[in-house]
């Protein structure tokens, strides 16, 4: 889960792509999706050593200056995060 603590170290500084959920814990279409994301972790842990995935509640208000910082604007969203060398 990343937080306002830990997303420059999870997404800047990682060595994998990553692939962020980013979504309100209100919201029905991310309620909805829930399901499928954990899914894709679990399918995907084999890949861990190239692709991670993460998620952050835009609803939470300490989150709401990563997810402004990231231009989210609908939920919910996924970013891919390539690494960068």
């Known amino acids: 889960m990343l937080t306002p603590q830990n997303v420059e170290s999870v997404l800047v500084n990682s060595s994998a792509a990553i692939v962020v959920e980013f979504y309100a814990s209100w919201c029905g279409h991310c309620i909805a999706f829930s399901p499928i994301y954990k899914s894709l972790a679990r399918d995907m842990k084999e890949w861990k050593p190239a692709v991670d ?32 060398y």
Not at 53 to 80: F, M
Request: charged share 20%; net charge neutral.
């Open 53 to 84: 995935l993460a998620a952050i509640d835009c609803a939470a208000a300490e989150n709401r200056v990563v997810c402004t910082d990231y231009s989210i604007k609908g939920y919910p969203t996924l970013k891919l995060h390539i690494i960068q």
